[in-house]
């Protein structure tokens, strides 16, 4: 009969020729990682510099696919961009190439990892160039937009009679809304909004021709929707005197912004 001892020796060198096994089986599997050739995560055989040109080249349809725009009017876009300096091209991305990935993402809601498959660029130069892109959208909307003229009262106000002269001068109206969106979990309490969603709470203000005037975005879901249009007016938005803007329940009644009564 075994003494505890013997046993206990016994277990070892059982668990000992165990792990010798599993050393074997191991280290010629890392030894195959280890040296092991790297494949290239880029294998297209169309680089992105090359894609634009085809498709700019190619049928106008397939330019209207890809950018939501005709050949023509992208090549001016591109060439406004480099003559006006507010994009450059750089050893590795072209003018061309950097509005083409900016207008496939908007275009397909196509995520970072597409645009590598498709433009053959890493994470790190589609990131840059996607916020480059973002950082002109401020100086082209103060070129190309003109706000609507608020000195007269709009038609469709000045020939109903359950308008006029009532909203003579209301000039459109404000809400708030929320967009869903992802984030780290460490980051996520201030954007868990009142139904326990993650969101970006933003305010848009819109004409009575349905065109977007003014957007806020950005705010956590949790803030309130009198808060935003509050930071906005600290920081540019105004209402022309003697003017007002219809509203929901969530902002404050004033002279400017017409709340339900």
């Not at 970072?112 to 790190?124: I, N, Q, V, Y």
């Not at 006029?164 to 460490?186: K, Y």
Request: charged content about 25%; overall charge negative; some cysteine.
């Amino acid at each position: 009969m075994e003494s505890w001892e013997d046993e206990v020796r016994r277990f070892m060198l059982e668990e000992e020729e165990k792990d010798d096994e599993l050393f074997l089986v191991m280290v010629p599997a890392l030894q195959q990682c280890l040296y092991e050739e790297k494949r290239s995560e880029h294998t297209s055989t169309l680089p992105g510099a090359e894609k634009v040109i085809q498709i700019l080249e190619g049928h106008e349809n397939w330019c209207k696919v890809e950018f939501r725009m005709e050949p023509e009017i992208f090549r001016v876009i591109a060439n406004y961009l480099r003559v006006e300096n507010l994009l450059r091209d750089t050893r590795g991305v072209r003018v061309e190439e950097q509005l083409g990935m900016f207008m496939f993402m908007l275009s397909h809601n196509a995520s970072t990892d597409r645009l590598k498959k498709e433009f053959r660029h890493s994470g790190e130069t589609i990131h840059r160039k996607i916020i480059e892109f973002f950082d002109i959208i401020l100086a082209l909307t103060r070129r190309f937009l003109k706000l609507p003229n608020v000195s007269h009262t709009h038609v469709k106000i000045a020939s109903d009679s359950r308008f006029m002269p009532f909203f003579q001068n209301c000039i459109g109206a404000i809400d708030g809304t929320h967009v869903p969106i992802t984030i780290a979990q460490e980051r996520a309490a201030p954007y868990r909004n009142r139904k326990g969603t993650l969101s970006q709470n933003v305010m848009c203000v819109c004409d009575f021709d349905l065109n977007f005037t003014f957007i806020s975005c950005g705010w956590e879901g949790s803030a309130s929707d009198a808060g935003v249009l509050r930071s906005a007016r600290a920081k540019g938005f105004h209402v022309p005197v003697g003017k007002f803007y219809l509203v929901d329940g969530g902002y404050a009644n004033t002279f400017s912004f017409i709340a339900p009564y």
